[in-house]
Nanobody, 127 residues
């Protein structure tokens, strides 16, 4: 069983930055592919970013060039650096992990592909 705990959310003005962290329990973190998703009120949970165990990364079109995902296997932590934030980035952000080391291009953006989820952290961007 893997437990994920997100932190780093908050209130920021448009154009600002935040870095989210996701700390994972377990000894096999380095072998997991990781993802970030977000869910705005009344909307579905949407894919944001993905990082394989080998640090291959993919991003949703809406955040490309503004967000980066990285991982520190020594700290069992994955990060989401969010720059140039926009009001439409406002959502609860969730960290997710899969037991697989990598996901295919058809599956990395789909929530059911992930086995473990954190509780979420709120990000609010004011205009």
């Amino acid at each position: 069983q893997v437990q994920l705990v997100e932190s780093g959310g908050g209130l920021v003005q448009a154009g600002g930055s935040l870095r989210l962290s996701c700390a994972a329990s377990g000894r096999t973190f380095s072998s997991y592919a990781m993802g970030w998703f977000r869910q705005a009120p009344g909307k579905e949970r949407d894919f944001v970013a993905y990082c394989s165990s080998g640090s291959s990364t993919y991003f949703a079109d809406s955040v490309k060039g503004r967000f980066t995902i990285s991982r520190d296997n020594a700290k069992n932590t994955v990060y989401l650096q969010m720059n140039n934030l926009k009001p439409e980035d406002t959502a609860v952000y969730y960290c997710a992990a899969t037991r697989y080391s990598q996901l295919s291009s058809d599956t990395y953006s789909k929530a059911p592909s992930y086995d473990y989820w954190g509780q979420g952290t709120q990000v609010t961007v004011s205009s």
